[in-house]
């Protein structure tokens, strides 16, 4: 009798081991998903802060340059684009097409001299290019902890976990390739 | 066999060295905090009074509302990205507090002729990007400009330790910092104008009566308020144990090349 009680005692004690070790696995997993989102509200607040900034930009620097409607337009659109957006891909996507009609604007601005000496055009530039820093740290941020969650959905236990409760693969956000390359521009 | 034994140990080796792998690519590379840690010029452009300053203000500032103010010079970026290089190293030093993220950090690479202010979180209510950029322009890149880091840094420095001070009420004794850029206001140019005057007087009148003495040298551009006076902060008496409160910073500030 003794032995088939030990017997049911062992059973009862893997059991729960499993169980233990299920539960910490899941709640790590949650708190590693937590933290994704948090890191990706930290760039959308930065997103929304930088698409904010462009009409004062663009109202600012119009009186000046009357021959660069192209340029101005593409950071229009642009905002529009990242102001549309509502997954990680098309906001990565537009927010890189926003940095480089930036940089376009940012290299003819070198040609008026005006502009580049008017307060409130240093004061948005100043403000934009912290905004565009913030955003380049959340996202460093964000895709570490990404990286995190997606290398721990796919081990084991987890990926069983992960597959069971619907975790899935978070999706990097991405700099555009030419990210520090200057644009070539012809005078 | 032996062959098969080979390979196995190699992919357990190369196992090895992935395990290792992430740590030593997702770190860059910046500077360590020195002792001092308010202080940490690699680029060796201050002077032994500015340093001195420094140490003192920033400590006592620090003593009284955990607030971090720290100087790095570095000779070079070495190809990394100034605004990156700062965050990495903001964070890396802890600057400021871990729970109200005070810390700020000025930095300067040499080479590159860049300078950068990063504000942490718990900063960018009182100091905004657009704000510190107008700080730099006032207060430091006229002299970073004439390759007279140590005057910009020290007088950048003031300017902010002010900001930080004010915010908290904090009653450290700092000399006013220096306005260069010009201002567009004839009242105000009248008044720098009697103020020269004044200056100039008076400089007239130190030569005269320190005919003889160790006259200070003539620092025209040195502060217009508190001659003398200086710091009323000693040095702590346990030195060295300066460190990070564990600050952060999501990358607010501005940079500027000089």
Do not use: W
Request: hydrophobic share 40%; proline share 2%.
């Amino acid at each position: 009798m003794k032995k088939s009680t030990m017997i049911i005692l062992g059973v009862v004690a893997v059991i729960i081991l499993v169980i233990a070790m299920f539960a910490g696995s899941y709640n790590s997993l949650v708190d590693k998903n937590e933290k994704v989102d948090k890191e990706y509200a930290n760039i959308s607040v930065q997103l929304e802060r930088r698409a904010d900034l462009i009409p004062n930009l663009v109202n600012t620097v119009k009186g000046y340059m009357e021959h660069e409607e192209t340029i101005i337009n593409s950071i229009t659109e642009a905002r529009q684009n990242l102001l549309n957006a509502n997954s990680v891909e098309e906001e990565s996507k537009a927010n890189n097409q926003l940095t480089d009609s930036l940089n376009a604007l940012m290299l003819v601005v070198e040609n008026y001299p005006d502009l580049k000496a008017n307060q409130n055009f240093i004061q948005l530039s100043d403000e934009l290019a912290g905004t565009e820093n913030r955003i380049a740290t959340a996202r460093r941020d964000y895709n570490e902890v990404a990286t995190d969650y997606n290398t721990a959905i796919k081990k084991f236990p987890t990926n069983l976990l992960a597959s069971m409760f619907g975790f899935e693969k978070k999706t990097y956000f991405e700099v555009s390739e030419g990210k520090n390359e200057v644009p070539n521009v012809e005078f | 066999m032996l062959n098969s034994k080979i390979k196995k140990s190699y992919f357990f080796f190369v196992f090895l060295l992935t395990l290792f792998l992430p740590i030593s690519v997702c770190a860059m590379d910046t500077v360590s905090p020195t002792d001092e840690f308010y202080i940490n010029d690699y680029a060796d452009i201050l002077s032994t009074e500015t340093e001195e300053y420094i140490m003192s203000h920033s400590s006592a500032l620090n003593q009284e509302t955990k607030a971090q103010i720290v100087v790095v010079t570095i000779p070079s970026l070495e190809g990394n990205s100034l605004e990156e290089y700062a965050t990495t190293l903001f964070r890396k030093f802890g600057i400021g507090d871990s729970d109200e993220n005070n810390g700020l950090l000025l930095l300067l690479a040499l080479e590159e002729r860049q300078m950068r202010v990063e504000v942490g979180y718990g900063l960018e209510g009182i100091l905004p990007d657009a704000k510190t950029g107008r700080m730099q322009d006032t207060y430091m890149i006229p002299y970073l400009k004439e390759d007279n880091f140590d005057e910009g840094i020290l007088n950048g420095y003031k300017a902010f330790f002010q900001e930080v001070a004010s915010y908290y009420d904090f009653s450290g004794e700092i000399e006013q910092p220096v306005e260069e850029e010009n201002s567009d206001d004839d009242a105000f140019i009248f008044i720098f104008f009697l103020l020269e005057f004044g200056m100039l007087a008076f400089f007239i009148y130190l030569i005269f009566y320190n005919r003889n003495g160790r006259g200070r040298g003539m620092s025209v551009g040195g502060s217009f308020s508190s001659f003398g006076g200086g710091s009323s902060f000693s040095r702590g008496s346990s030195f060295g144990g300066f460190s990070g409160g564990g600050g952060s910073s999501g990358g607010g500030g501005s940079s500027r090349g000089f």
